[in-house]
């Protein structure tokens, strides 16, 4: 799959996610809005080839045409600043 990514907003740190984990912005982890919780996923920033694996622990992201919300830990090995989005491409790798 291939979209938009966007940065969880800082203020979500340590409210529960859908599958009851506090959001912990320093984890690598992301929200999708069918993938199982647990799916493990390779996330590629499409413009510089960065990757990063990370854990699906809640759903979203609910603004159209993205594909993944990204904890900030996340986003940084990605380069994605944190108000910032990118062009991402995903590819489930375990669960």
């Known amino acids: 799959e291939t979209g938009l990514a ?3 907003n800082h203020r979500l740190n340590g ?3 859908a599958n009851g984990e506090r959001y912990d912005a320093n984890r690598l982890t ?3 809005k069918t993938l199982p ?3 493990v996923v390779k996330v590629t920033n499409v413009k510089n080839q ?3 694996t990370v854990r699906i622990n809640d759903r979203g992201p609910t603004q159209a045409g993205r594909i993944l919300d990204l904890s900030t ?6 380069g994605i600043k944190p108000t910032a989005m990118a062009e991402v ?3 489930v790798v375990g669960k």
């Open 15 to 17: 409210h529960k996610t």
């Open 6 to 8: 966007a940065v969880y």
């Open 37 to 39: 919780f647990g799916t």
């Open 30 to 32: 992301a929200a999708h």
């Open 50 to 52: 960065k990757m990063v």
């Open 89 to 91: 491409s995903t590819e």
């Open 73 to 78: 830990a996340a986003a940084q090995e990605l």
